[in-house]
């Protein structure tokens, strides 16, 4: 049974400089990437998508929970941790209440001749959609070239956030950015399409397309690329007169 998920990050805005675009989409991408590793969730792939009025990423195969983590965590000089009595002091007792343990599960290990104390602290992973809850985080982290602020918020970004979709297969993550709240509807062509309710991550690139989007850079180069080609292939009479 498969148990990963896919996840949609869809940040709307208003047109951002075409010269920007491909350096912001990677950009975004490896924040994510990132922010993923660092919280130990593992993935199968992140593809990056964008427009002059979007940035997104889908990421394929996220797990649904953290992996837990199991470390060793060293404490205090044993000569520190307990008094002339062998009671525990305050620094050992402190030690272990900031773990969220006992010094019952304190242990002893030498390092260069002295003695310290240790406890085997265990993280129970947190699940994907907590996670991605913190989202926000990825966005904050982004820099730019140039960046404005609107309204009266403090913070800037390249352009005003309009919306944002934020998608772990069909169930919302929710999270805030510069006021605006995450939610499942992107927008379309500006003077074609419309608002469009995203189902999933999987619907995301033909529910654009639908409303008169290519998300995918690479499939518009390819088209222009191709009606440049049969334009250059027309007789010099035919381009004129079809100009």
Request: charged share 30%; no cysteine.
């Amino acid at each position: 049974i498969d148990m990963t998920k896919d996840y949609l990050l869809e940040v709307g805005m208003e047109e951002i400089p075409a010269r920007f675009l491909t350096e912001l989409s990677d950009q975004l991408k490896d924040k994510v990437e990132k922010f993923l590793t660092d919280n130990r969730l593992t993935y199968d792939d992140a593809v990056a998508y964008s427009t002059p009025r979007r940035l997104a990423v889908i990421v394929k195969g996220i797990a649904e929970r953290q992996e837990d983590v199991s470390e060793k965590v060293k404490g205090p000089a044993l000569r520190i941790a307990q008094d002339e009595e062998g009671e525990w002091s305050k620094a050992a007792q402190g030690f272990v209440r900031g773990q969220k343990l006992t010094v019952d599960d304190i242990f002893v290990e030498q390092i260069k001749d002295e003695d310290y104390i240790f406890v085997n602290k265990h993280t129970e992973g947190l699940s994907a959609k907590e996670v991605l809850a913190n989202m926000a985080d990825v966005l904050n982290a982004m820099t730019f070239p140039v960046s404005m602020t609107w309204n009266s918020f403090n913070k800037s970004f390249i352009r005003p956030v309009h919306w944002i979709v934020s998608l772990l297969d069909d169930e919302v993550v929710p999270f805030s950015f510069i006021n605006i709240e995450a939610g499942n509807t992107s927008t379309g062509h500006r003077f074609l399409g419309g608002k469009t309710e995203i189902t999933s991550p999987n619907t995301y690139v033909e529910k654009l397309r639908d409303e008169f989007v290519l998300v995918d850079s690479s499939e518009r180069k390819d088209i222009i690329i191709k009606q440049i080609e049969q334009i250059a292939a027309l007789p010099l009479i035919n381009l004129y007169t079809s100009l």
